[in-house]
Structures are given as C-alpha cells and as structure tokens.
C-alpha cells in the first residue's frame, strides 16, 4: 500500500515570498491532517479535513496561510506572504477517521524562509 | 485536550528492554492512549494504543495502570533503529474526528 505523499521535500524561500505544498494521501482515507513542527518541539495541528470540508482549522494562522481539499483527496497549504517564524517541517498525514483510528504521516516538507 | 507528562529524555543499551513513562493524571473515560515516534527525518509513525487493559503488539507493549492515571511504553529489545522520539497522547474517543495533540516526547538514545 502506497503512503502518503509529499511535495517538495525541501524549499527555501526568501521572507514575504509564497510557497504551496501538496500532500495525496493513502487512498480512501476521508481525513486529512497539516501539521507543523518546529525543530525541537512535537508536531502542531494547522488544520484538519474531513472529505472536502474543514473539521478543525482553530490553529491555523489564516492571515497567512491556507489550505484545500478539492474532490476530498489531494490537498494544498499554503503561505502568502511568509515569515522568518514559518521556518518549520509541514506534515500531511491520513486516516479513514475513525476516532481510534492510526494516523499515517508523510514524509514531510521542510521549509527554510531565509 | 487532557495533559501528558514525559521525562525528555532517556537512554538504553542495545538489546536491553525499555521503559518509556508517561503520566496522564486528567484523563477522561474516552481517552484512548497511543504512542507514536519519530524516527530523524520522518513523519510520526504509529506504534500502539490502549485504553484500559495492557497491548501487544509486534512493535511493543503498552502497560496501562489500573487507575488509567500512568502508561508505560515497553520495548522489549532496543535496537539501534528505535532511536527516535516517542510521543504519549491521548486521543478522545467517541467522535469520528479524533485529534492527535503532540507534546515534547521522550528523545530515547540507544547505545551499542
């Protein structure tokens, strides 16, 4: 079974420049999850999908960042403009959203904003 | 979402059993207990959950106290590759869109 992919692995950007990242999740999975993880610390939910609609999005900074889920599968965050404090490791991860359900995590992409 | 309590870090030798704590005093009855790591470079992969009796699996055991107020993560021969970030969590069960709330985690270093 395929896992879960992510896209880049790695960007640099300079601050107030935009970046996307793509996530496609194990197939059939109807939750989607965005964290991000900030080097020393535990992952932080961003925000979370059920199919195509937002379940949970409370921690996500929506002045600056956004996300889709078109279709309920492949998904995109995104950061317009970016900050030195974005620097960070974004993690996509699936379930089929049973509440004892395993998450499946990617690989994640790591973003440097210079 | 309920509090977990964990040393930040711990060692072991290869081959040895592990002991990982983790203390959940504010859990509630729906909580489920799971333990995910991370190894360097990854994502977080699962590695067990419970929510009253003790778990195997071929990854580890959880051992869960009676009161559900404690956990422990038992990995019965440390390799080097379970050199990673262990994270206890609590879970809330009965909904269709639990979420998964990370603290610090345990750094486990194993030596040779």
């Known amino acids: 079974e395929a896992g879960v992919a992510q896209s880049p692995r790695y960007k640099i950007i300079e601050k107030r420049q935009s970046v996307a990242f793509w996530c496609n999740p194990i197939?059939?999975?109807?939750?989607l999850y965005w964290y991000q993880q900030i080097l020393g610390q535990g992952p932080k939910l961003l925000i979370q999908?059920?199919?195509?609609?937002?379940?949970?999005d409370s921690q996500l900074p929506k002045d600056r960042f956004s996300a889709e889920r078109l279709k309920g599968v492949d998904s995109t965050l995104k950061i317009q403009p970016a900050k030195l404090e974005d620097s960070a490791v974004y993690l996509c991860a699936s379930t089929t959203g049973w509440s004892t359900d395993t998450q499946y995590f990617g690989p994640g992409t790591r973003l440097t904003v210079l | 979402d309920a509090k977990t309590t964990q040393p930040n870090s711990m060692e072991s030798n290869e081959e040895e059993p592990v002991h990982l704590p983790c203390n959940h005093s504010?859990?509630?009855?729906?909580?489920?207990i799971h333990w995910y790591r991370q190894l360097p470079s990854q994502g977080p992969e699962y590695v067990i959950h419970g929510l009253t009796s003790n778990v195997n699996n071929r990854m580890a055991s959880l051992a869960i106290a009676e009161d559900r107020k404690s956990s422990t993560l038992i990995l019965h021969r440390a390799t080097l590759r379970d050199a990673a970030v262990y994270y206890c969590i609590l879970k809330t069960g009965g909904t269709s869109y639990g979420k998964l709330t990370f603290g610090q985690g345990t750094i486990l270093t194993v030596h040779p």
């Open positions: 999908f059920q199919n195509n609609g937002v379940v949970d």
């Open positions: 197939s059939g999975h109807a939750t």
């Open positions: 504010t859990i509630s009855g729906t909580d489920y």
